[in-house]
């Protein structure tokens, strides 16, 4: 199943390249740009030219001679692009026509029963619907949850998900990805606004006595699908993905993991100790003095962390769709990855933080409570504290049942703390002394 996993996100990630590369703007003679809350390119309305549309909805009921790029909550195509259409948003509805290629990232992707696709559809989301009736002339791509389709593909179906249902025509070969052990229910109760919610398909690979497959079918599952006879006119290759299980930890795996757990973390203690003994020190005392705050304060670090992100990453998106429109690609490019290299420092040193240097921080304090009350001579060791704490720390956080809040308290106590001296020393001025007279 591991690997199954692994084929579906390596399919899924070249997909979202893809379509990455295929919605990268590209320098045009004449391109029609429109924005707003709705946009809409009305049934008597022709549009010549390349189109660029942002908007929460964007209905094209009109024709536009050139392709199309949309980015929506919902986008509605019931009219005709002699083009390409490239869209990216909630919903995108196809009643309409296409002439060349889709290039779709969607949560609900649905091709009604007009519609009309002439090459290849290339796309990723939750799901995507063909409805009896829609006709796609070139091949299908999809990597997502699940695919039901019952209209008309004159070429391949290459499919990475979870469920995939045919219903409808394949002129070509269909080679699909799933995983029957898992349904993704919960598909029918995605809301997006102005579409309906797409029905759930079962598991696995279905086909229905109805389907048309021309070429081969060749899928990928840990258990073999149910093809009725007649469907498939070559032939049928299933390859079975193995379920794999996690043989059952034994004392002395536990007691190794505990052992590699502690020596990484006293290890890295010792080089805190060394290189940064006030940082070790400073936090140690506000756990000592004030604990409760810490655990508070615990809680706020975290949700500033994900805050900060969040306003980063906004920031950056918002700074480099304005410099688009202004035609500045060369200074979007740099914000673009000033935001990217913010966000992953913000990141790594979050996690570098809560996985290590408040454990040996905790640790520290912990084992000096503990030293205080058993053996007072050691507490002045640096090393003594470091390990005694870190040991009992290790233990119980391995613990079954326990060691999960163990951990959880060990983190929010060392952020808060951490964020603290931080502050305190940030904010503290230095005592000016008067020279002398």
Do not use: C, H
Request: glycine share 12%.
């Amino acid at each position: 199943m591991y690997r199954s996993k692994t084929r579906r996100l390596a399919m899924l990630l070249a997909i979202v390249a893809l379509l990455v590369l295929a919605l990268a703007p590209a320098s045009v003679a004449a391109v029609d740009r429109r924005s707003g809350d709705r946009v809409v390119i009305g049934a008597n309305e022709t549009v010549t030219g390349d189109l660029l549309v942002t908007a929460a909805t964007v209905i094209i009921d009109g024709r536009v001679v050139g392709d199309v790029v949309a980015v929506a909550q919902t986008i509605e195509i019931n009219g005709v692009i002699e083009g390409d259409l490239l869209a990216g948003g909630g919903g995108v509805i196809l009643n309409g026509t296409v002439t060349d290629d889709v290039r779709v990232a969607a949560a609900i992707v649905r091709l009604d029963p007009q519609a009309r696709i002439g090459d290849t559809l290339l796309g990723t989301g939750a799901s995507i619907e063909m409805l009896p009736g829609s006709v796609m002339g070139g091949s299908l791509i999809f990597g997502g949850m699940q695919a039901l389709l019952s209209g008309r593909i004159d070429d391949d179906v290459v499919f990475a998900g979870n469920s995939l249902l045919l219903r409808g025509f394949v002129g070509g070969n269909v080679e699909a990805i799933v995983d029957s052990t898992t349904a993704p229910t919960w598909i029918s109760q995605m809301r997006v606004e102005g579409i309906a919610s797409p029905p759930s398909a079962p598991a696995g690979l279905t086909v229905d006595r109805e389907a048309r497959i021309g070429g081969d079918l060749m899928y990928t599952n840990s258990m073999p699908a149910t093809i009725p006879a007649g469907v498939v006119a070559g032939q049928v290759r299933f390859t079975e993905e193995p379920r794999a299980t996690s043989p059952q930890p034994t004392i002395a795996d536990w007691l190794l993991d505990v052992a590699r757990r502690f020596a990484g973390l006293f290890l890295l203690g010792l080089i805190l100790v060394w290189l940064a003994p006030r940082i070790l020190q400073g936090t140690a005392g506000e756990l000592e003095t004030r604990p409760i705050a810490s655990l508070g304060w615990g809680v706020v670090s975290i949700l500033a962390v994900t805050l900060t992100f969040t306003i980063v990453t906004l920031t950056t998106v918002v700074a480099a769709i304005m410099l688009s429109v202004v035609k500045l690609s060369g200074l979007m490019g740099i914000i673009v990855a000033t935001g990217v290299i913010v966000a992953l420092a913000l990141v790594v040193l979050t996690i570098l933080a809560a996985a290590y240097i408040v454990q040996i921080v905790v640790g520290f304090e912990v084992g000096r409570q503990i030293l205080l009350r058993t053996q007072p001579a050691w507490v002045e060791r640096p090393y003594a504290p470091l390990a005694v704490g870190l040991m009992l720390l290790v233990v119980l956080a391995a613990l079954p049942g326990i060691g999960w809040s163990i951990g959880l308290v060990t983190v929010l106590l060392g952020l808060g703390a951490l964020w603290m001296f931080g502050r305190d020393s940030f904010t503290r001025q230095p005592i000016l002394t008067p020279a002398p007279s």
